[in-house]
């Protein structure tokens, strides 16, 4: 928590890019959510707490500006260097990037916590991991800590991107109505509370989707774990996944999935905003790839040391309203940034 990445989380776009409203979820919040949920979760499986809070607060540090189409445009500028993937890039800030201490680079973090930050890597990415990337390797999985931190990241985003999806009018109670998951709860707390409308009601019946998500995942991880037998972590490693909803429950949190997809991530409104931050991220690419000398001091040595890495670690590591700053001063004002106020 005390990094200068996680602090950075607070103007990184989760789905609305940070101008749309103080009131919208950022990547900080999200981690924060995330987190509190694991936590959860973790107690009532007699997990270890303080794991599953540091992995779920690292998760997203590799995230750039802008969201998955930050992430996109990056990957696209990156890849004769090797591409960018966030997930890669949240070990690498808490393996390099941070600058914390005398002794070494990054962040002091243990294994554990390494390893339940790199959730997926290519069997390529993993040879050069070292013992984080081994698993991959010989299809083994994380701790349970790490599977929990997973599922429970899904159901954060899941459902505040439900209630930040309703309070920007992109979605609509309507809509709503067709998601199983939705509407059932929905449903029970009108007959509970007949007339219920607005916030208090959009609140009620996203507590008790979180609620229903968490019961069966804790149930469902339970069972899993007896019915594996289970004694150690090694037998862990060894077994399938753990952690997991039961098959009706992942149905209706999958069914959630595409409803957002559909109609939030893609909305034109979203999109369209998206299109303009993938532009500045291109630009700003270009721009320093062609011209380093306009790098702060310290970028530009490091790309003397480690090559064009440097630039892909520089914007990623910019908040979305850095990087509109950048491109103006840059650019000027006069191009498609202009359309994203900061
Ligand atoms: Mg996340």
Not at 46 to 57: C, G, R
Request: with cysteine.
């Amino acid at each position: 928590m005390h990094c200068t990445a996680f602090r950075r989380l607070e103007y990184k776009t989760q789905v609305f890019v940070n101008h749309e409203g103080d009131l919208f979820r950022t990547r900080l919040t999200h981690s924060i959510e995330v987190a509190q949920i694991a936590r959860s979760i973790a107690r009532n499986l007699q997990l270890s707490e303080d794991l599953i809070e540091a992995i779920a607060l690292a998760h997203d540090l590799g995230h750039t500006p802008f969201g998955h189409a930050g992430q996109d445009a990056l990957n696209e500028c990156a890849r004769p260097w090797g591409g960018f993937e966030h997930n890669l890039q949240s070990l690498r800030v808490v393996d390099e990037l941070e600058q914390r201490y005398a002794a070494f680079d990054g962040l002091n973090l243990s294994f554990e916590t390494r390893e339940g930050i790199l959730k997926h890597c290519s069997p390529a990415q993993a040879r050069q991991l070292g013992e984080v990337g081994e698993r991959f390797l010989n299809q083994r999985r994380p701790s349970l800590e790490a599977q929990v931190a997973n599922l429970a990241d899904e159901i954060a985003y899941n459902n505040h991107d439900v209630d930040d999806g309703l309070r920007s009018g992109l979605i609509e109670l309507a809509q709503l109505q067709s998601i199983e998951l939705f509407e059932r709860h929905c449903h029970d707390v009108l007959q509970r509370y007949p007339g219920l409308a607005g916030r208090r009601l959009v609140h009620e019946t996203i507590r008790r989707m979180i609620d229903e998500l968490v019961t069966d995942l804790v149930d469902e991880t339970r069972r899993r774990v007896a019915e594996a037998g289970v004694r150690s972590i090694d037998e862990v490693r060894a077994a399938p996944p753990l952690a997991g909803f039961s098959p009706a429950v992942a149905e209706r949190s999958a069914q959630l999935k595409r409803f957002l997809y559909t109609n939030l991530y893609r909305h034109p409104r979203v999109t369209e905003v998206m299109e303009h931050a993938r532009n500045i991220v291109r630009d700003l690419f270009g721009r320093y790839l062609a011209e380093p000398a306009l790098l702060p001091d310290e970028h530009r040595q490091r790309i003397d040391a480690i090559g064009e890495r440097a630039i892909v670690d520089y914007i990623a590591g910019m908040t979305d309203r850095f990087a509109l700053r950048e491109h103006r001063r840059l650019f000027g004002a006069s191009d498609g940034s202009a359309r994203i106020p900061a």
